[in-house]
Protein backbone atom coordinates (compact mmCIF):
# COMPACT_ATOMS: atom_id res chain seq x y z
CA UNK A 1 0.00 0.00 0.00
CA UNK A 2 2.80 2.44 0.45
CA UNK A 3 3.26 1.89 -3.19
CA UNK A 4 -0.03 2.66 -4.17
CA UNK A 5 0.49 6.03 -1.93
CA UNK A 6 3.80 6.91 -3.44
CA UNK A 7 2.05 7.18 -6.92
CA UNK A 8 -0.67 8.83 -5.91
CA UNK A 9 1.17 11.65 -4.33
CA UNK A 10 3.49 11.65 -7.68
CA UNK A 11 0.38 11.64 -9.98
CA UNK A 12 -1.30 14.31 -7.86
CA UNK A 13 2.37 16.47 -8.07
CA UNK A 14 2.45 15.97 -12.40
CA UNK A 15 -1.02 16.75 -12.27
CA UNK A 16 -0.31 20.77 -10.69
CA UNK A 17 2.83 21.27 -12.29
CA UNK A 18 0.94 20.50 -16.05
CA UNK A 19 -1.89 23.02 -14.68
CA UNK A 20 1.31 25.34 -14.07
CA UNK A 21 2.59 24.77 -17.17
CA UNK A 22 -0.66 25.06 -19.17
CA UNK A 23 -0.73 28.69 -17.60
CA UNK A 24 2.24 29.96 -18.43
CA UNK A 25 2.07 28.64 -21.98
CA UNK A 26 -1.29 30.74 -22.00
CA UNK A 27 0.12 33.63 -20.41
CA UNK A 28 3.39 33.65 -22.85
CA UNK A 29 0.82 33.24 -25.84
CA UNK A 30 -0.49 36.46 -24.94
CA UNK A 31 2.37 38.67 -24.51
CA UNK A 32 4.12 36.72 -27.11
CA UNK A 33 1.21 38.60 -29.54
CA UNK A 34 1.87 42.52 -28.30
CA UNK A 35 5.70 41.79 -28.67
CA UNK A 36 5.35 40.56 -32.03
CA UNK A 37 3.48 43.03 -33.02
CA UNK A 38 5.93 45.59 -31.58
CA UNK A 39 8.93 44.54 -33.71
CA UNK A 40 6.62 44.12 -36.54
CA UNK A 41 5.71 47.99 -36.78
CA UNK A 42 9.15 48.91 -36.15
CA UNK A 43 10.97 46.50 -38.40
CA UNK A 44 9.42 48.58 -42.32
CA UNK A 45 10.33 51.63 -40.70
CA UNK A 46 13.92 50.07 -39.03
CA UNK A 47 14.77 48.38 -42.73
CA UNK A 48 13.77 52.19 -44.22
CA UNK A 49 16.10 54.26 -41.95
CA UNK A 50 19.40 51.65 -43.03
CA UNK A 51 18.53 51.97 -46.66
CA UNK A 52 18.77 55.57 -46.73
CA UNK A 53 22.10 55.43 -43.78
CA UNK A 54 23.72 52.83 -46.60
CA UNK A 55 22.98 55.56 -49.50
CA UNK A 56 24.91 58.69 -47.49
CA UNK A 57 26.92 56.83 -45.28
CA UNK A 58 29.23 56.77 -49.04
CA UNK A 59 29.51 60.47 -49.03
CA UNK A 60 32.65 62.48 -47.51
CA UNK A 61 30.18 64.07 -44.91
CA UNK A 62 29.17 61.08 -43.65
CA UNK A 63 32.36 59.17 -43.82
CA UNK A 64 33.63 61.86 -40.91
CA UNK A 65 31.29 60.95 -38.14
CA UNK A 66 33.16 59.71 -34.87
CA UNK A 67 30.42 56.71 -35.22
CA UNK A 68 32.23 55.34 -38.51
CA UNK A 69 35.59 55.52 -37.21
CA UNK A 70 37.24 52.17 -37.46
CA UNK A 71 39.91 51.64 -34.67
CA UNK A 72 41.74 48.42 -33.58
CA UNK A 73 39.93 47.07 -30.92
CA UNK A 74 42.30 46.86 -28.18
CA UNK A 75 39.02 47.05 -25.64
CA UNK A 76 35.76 45.37 -26.84
CA UNK A 77 31.81 45.77 -25.39
CA UNK A 78 29.72 43.08 -26.38
CA UNK A 79 26.21 43.64 -25.54
CA UNK A 80 24.47 40.70 -24.45
CA UNK A 81 20.67 40.47 -24.56
CA UNK A 82 18.88 37.55 -22.45
CA UNK A 83 15.74 37.19 -20.31
CA UNK A 84 15.54 38.32 -16.30
CA UNK A 85 13.26 35.09 -16.09
CA UNK A 86 14.08 30.67 -17.10
CA UNK A 87 11.66 28.06 -18.51
CA UNK A 88 12.49 29.29 -21.77
CA UNK A 89 14.25 26.31 -22.96
CA UNK A 90 17.77 27.12 -24.49
CA UNK A 91 16.46 30.40 -25.40
CA UNK A 92 19.35 32.03 -22.70
CA UNK A 93 21.89 29.05 -22.97
CA UNK A 94 21.94 29.54 -26.31
CA UNK A 95 23.14 33.65 -26.32
CA UNK A 96 25.57 33.03 -24.04
CA UNK A 97 27.42 30.09 -25.76
CA UNK A 98 26.92 32.49 -28.99
CA UNK A 99 29.07 35.41 -26.44
CA UNK A 100 31.47 32.92 -25.45
CA UNK A 101 31.99 31.34 -28.42
CA UNK A 102 32.55 35.30 -30.43
CA UNK A 103 34.93 36.02 -27.23
CA UNK A 104 37.18 33.06 -28.05
CA UNK A 105 37.24 32.95 -31.54
CA UNK A 106 37.66 36.87 -32.00
CA UNK A 107 38.80 38.76 -28.88
CA UNK A 108 40.42 35.89 -26.74
CA UNK A 109 43.75 38.45 -27.10
CA UNK A 110 41.21 41.29 -25.50
CA UNK A 111 39.92 38.96 -22.87
CA UNK A 112 43.33 37.52 -21.29
CA UNK A 113 43.97 41.62 -20.96
CA UNK A 114 41.01 42.27 -18.90
CA UNK A 115 39.54 44.26 -21.64
CA UNK A 116 36.35 42.52 -23.11
CA UNK A 117 33.40 44.25 -21.13
CA UNK A 118 30.08 42.98 -20.91
CA UNK A 119 26.50 45.08 -20.72
CA UNK A 120 23.93 42.22 -19.95
CA UNK A 121 20.39 43.67 -20.77
CA UNK A 122 18.71 40.55 -19.01
CA UNK A 123 19.01 39.25 -15.24
CA UNK A 124 20.50 35.72 -16.96
CA UNK A 125 22.63 37.17 -18.69
CA UNK A 126 23.65 39.72 -15.77
CA UNK A 127 24.37 36.64 -13.23
CA UNK A 128 26.16 34.22 -15.76
CA UNK A 129 29.31 37.13 -16.48
CA UNK A 130 29.22 38.17 -12.83
CA UNK A 131 29.63 34.51 -11.56
CA UNK A 132 32.50 34.60 -13.64
CA UNK A 133 34.14 37.62 -12.95
CA UNK A 134 34.05 39.72 -16.75
CA UNK A 135 33.80 43.62 -16.10
CA UNK A 136 30.28 44.23 -16.24
CA UNK A 137 29.31 47.79 -17.11
CA UNK A 138 26.18 48.57 -15.70
CA UNK A 139 22.66 46.83 -14.54
CA UNK A 140 19.92 47.22 -17.07
CA UNK A 141 17.65 44.16 -15.93
CA UNK A 142 14.94 46.80 -15.52
CA UNK A 143 14.18 47.16 -18.89
CA UNK A 144 12.24 45.07 -19.91
CA UNK A 145 9.58 45.73 -17.00
CA UNK A 146 8.91 49.55 -19.15
CA UNK A 147 9.97 48.51 -22.70
CA UNK A 148 10.56 51.56 -24.93
CA UNK A 149 12.29 53.31 -27.12
CA UNK A 150 13.33 56.27 -24.98
CA UNK A 151 14.68 53.65 -21.76
CA UNK A 152 16.74 51.61 -24.73
CA UNK A 153 18.21 54.78 -26.30
CA UNK A 154 19.67 56.08 -22.24
CA UNK A 155 21.48 52.87 -22.59
CA UNK A 156 22.42 53.33 -25.85
CA UNK A 157 23.55 56.48 -25.47
CA UNK A 158 26.17 55.70 -22.78
CA UNK A 159 27.69 53.22 -24.78
CA UNK A 160 28.01 55.81 -27.80
CA UNK A 161 29.33 58.12 -25.24
CA UNK A 162 32.12 55.16 -23.65
CA UNK A 163 32.96 54.92 -27.62
CA UNK A 164 33.38 58.73 -28.22
CA UNK A 165 35.84 58.76 -25.28
CA UNK A 166 37.72 55.90 -25.89
CA UNK A 167 36.40 52.91 -23.93
CA UNK A 168 35.44 50.75 -26.26
CA UNK A 169 36.64 50.29 -29.51
CA UNK A 170 34.04 48.22 -30.73
CA UNK A 171 30.83 47.22 -29.72
CA UNK A 172 28.91 43.95 -31.04
CA UNK A 173 25.64 42.81 -29.82
CA UNK A 174 24.52 39.31 -29.03
CA UNK A 175 20.70 38.26 -28.90
CA UNK A 176 17.72 36.25 -30.36
CA UNK A 177 16.13 37.78 -33.68
CA UNK A 178 12.61 36.95 -34.08
CA UNK A 179 11.77 34.61 -36.73
CA UNK A 180 8.28 32.85 -35.45
CA UNK A 181 6.89 30.90 -31.97
CA UNK A 182 9.48 28.31 -32.43
CA UNK A 183 12.11 29.79 -34.44
CA UNK A 184 14.53 32.06 -32.97
CA UNK A 185 17.93 33.10 -35.39
CA UNK A 186 20.72 33.42 -32.68
CA UNK A 187 22.86 36.84 -33.94
CA UNK A 188 25.98 38.46 -33.70
CA UNK A 189 26.29 42.07 -35.61
CA UNK A 190 28.11 45.03 -34.81
CA UNK A 191 27.07 48.15 -32.99
CA UNK A 192 29.77 50.69 -33.35
CA UNK A 193 31.56 51.21 -35.49
CA UNK A 194 29.17 51.70 -37.64
CA UNK A 195 29.64 49.87 -41.25
CA UNK A 196 30.37 52.36 -43.82
CA UNK A 197 28.14 50.80 -47.27
CA UNK A 198 30.60 49.36 -49.48
CA UNK A 199 30.19 50.47 -53.33
CA UNK A 200 28.51 47.94 -54.59
CA UNK A 201 25.87 48.33 -51.69
CA UNK A 202 24.96 51.44 -52.41
CA UNK A 203 25.01 50.63 -56.33
CA UNK A 204 22.60 47.74 -55.38
CA UNK A 205 20.24 50.25 -53.61
CA UNK A 206 19.96 52.70 -56.68
CA UNK A 207 21.51 56.70 -56.70
CA UNK A 208 18.70 58.36 -55.02
CA UNK A 209 18.51 61.93 -55.35
CA UNK A 210 17.67 62.74 -51.84
CA UNK A 211 16.33 66.72 -50.84
CA UNK A 212 18.06 67.93 -47.46
CA UNK A 213 16.23 70.09 -45.21
CA UNK A 214 17.86 72.17 -43.44
CA UNK A 215 21.30 70.42 -45.10
CA UNK A 216 22.81 67.47 -45.31
CA UNK A 217 25.34 67.74 -42.60
CA UNK A 218 22.68 68.18 -39.64
CA UNK A 219 20.70 65.53 -41.74
CA UNK A 220 23.49 63.02 -41.37
CA UNK A 221 24.28 64.47 -37.44
CA UNK A 222 21.23 63.20 -36.42
CA UNK A 223 20.53 60.40 -38.74
CA UNK A 224 23.55 58.23 -37.64
CA UNK A 225 22.95 58.00 -33.86
CA UNK A 226 18.77 57.58 -34.19
CA UNK A 227 20.02 54.45 -36.20
CA UNK A 228 22.47 53.08 -33.84
CA UNK A 229 19.32 53.46 -31.13
CA UNK A 230 17.30 52.02 -33.29
CA UNK A 231 19.48 49.22 -34.02
CA UNK A 232 19.41 48.62 -30.46
CA UNK A 233 16.02 48.69 -29.54
CA UNK A 234 15.27 46.75 -32.56
CA UNK A 235 17.28 43.65 -31.51
CA UNK A 236 15.80 44.22 -27.92
CA UNK A 237 12.26 43.95 -29.25
CA UNK A 238 13.85 41.06 -31.19
CA UNK A 239 14.93 39.75 -28.19
CA UNK A 240 11.83 40.26 -26.11
CA UNK A 241 9.68 38.43 -28.77
CA UNK A 242 11.82 35.66 -29.18
CA UNK A 243 11.95 34.95 -25.49
CA UNK A 244 7.85 34.52 -25.33
CA UNK A 245 8.11 32.35 -28.24
CA UNK A 246 10.35 30.20 -26.60
CA UNK A 247 8.99 30.23 -23.25
CA UNK A 248 5.28 29.23 -24.99
CA UNK A 249 7.15 26.47 -27.01
CA UNK A 250 8.81 25.15 -24.13
CA UNK A 251 5.50 25.34 -21.57
CA UNK A 252 4.03 23.29 -24.43
CA UNK A 253 6.34 20.60 -24.46
CA UNK A 254 6.73 20.50 -20.60
CA UNK A 255 2.48 20.11 -21.02
CA UNK A 256 2.76 17.76 -23.49
CA UNK A 257 5.39 15.33 -21.42
CA UNK A 258 3.40 15.77 -18.46
CA UNK A 259 0.29 14.38 -20.27
CA UNK A 260 2.60 11.25 -21.18
CA UNK A 261 3.62 11.30 -17.73
CA UNK A 262 0.54 10.92 -16.12
CA UNK A 263 -0.44 8.31 -18.52
CA UNK A 264 2.39 6.29 -17.44
CA UNK A 265 1.67 6.58 -13.66
CA UNK A 266 -1.69 5.76 -14.12
CA UNK A 267 -1.30 2.78 -15.39
CA UNK A 268 1.61 1.96 -12.96
CA UNK A 269 -0.94 2.95 -9.89
CA UNK A 270 -3.89 0.89 -11.64
CA UNK A 271 -1.41 -2.08 -11.77
CA UNK A 272 -0.38 -2.10 -8.37
CA UNK A 273 -4.04 -1.54 -7.00
CA UNK A 274 -4.41 -4.49 -9.23
CA UNK A 275 -1.98 -6.65 -7.72
CA UNK A 276 -2.65 -5.44 -4.00
CA UNK A 277 -6.54 -6.48 -4.42
CA UNK A 278 -5.21 -10.06 -6.35
CA UNK A 279 -2.93 -10.99 -2.98
CA UNK A 280 -5.54 -9.57 -0.79
CA UNK A 281 -8.09 -12.30 -2.38
CA UNK A 282 -5.17 -14.84 -2.65
CA UNK A 283 -4.75 -14.44 1.30
CA UNK A 284 -8.79 -14.92 1.89
CA UNK A 285 -8.71 -17.92 -0.50
CA UNK A 286 -6.17 -19.07 1.04
CA UNK A 287 -7.22 -18.72 4.91
CA UNK A 288 -11.01 -19.84 3.75
CA UNK A 289 -9.41 -22.88 2.78
CA UNK A 290 -7.25 -23.76 5.73
CA UNK A 291 -10.32 -23.04 8.04
CA UNK A 292 -12.21 -25.53 6.05
CA UNK A 293 -9.49 -28.23 5.84
CA UNK A 294 -9.47 -27.33 10.05
Known amino acids: MANLKEVRNRITSVSSTQQITK ?5 SAAKLKRATNAIVQLRPYANKLKDILVNLSSSE ?7 LAERKPHKVLLVVVTSNRGLAGA ?37 YYQRRNYPMVGQHNELFTNLNFENTSAITQSIMDGFLAGDYDCVELVYNQFKNAVLQILTTERLLP ?5 PGEVASKGDIDYIFEPSKEEIVE ?5 SIKLQLYKAVLDSHASEHGARMTAMDKA ?13 SYNQARQAAITTELTEIVSGAAALSNG
Open 23 to 27: AMKMV
Open 61 to 67: IASSSPF
Open 91 to 127: FNTNVIKATNQLVAEKYAEQHAKGNVNILAIGKKGQD
Open 194 to 198: VKAAE
Open 222 to 226: QLIPK
Open 255 to 267: TDNAGELLKSLKL
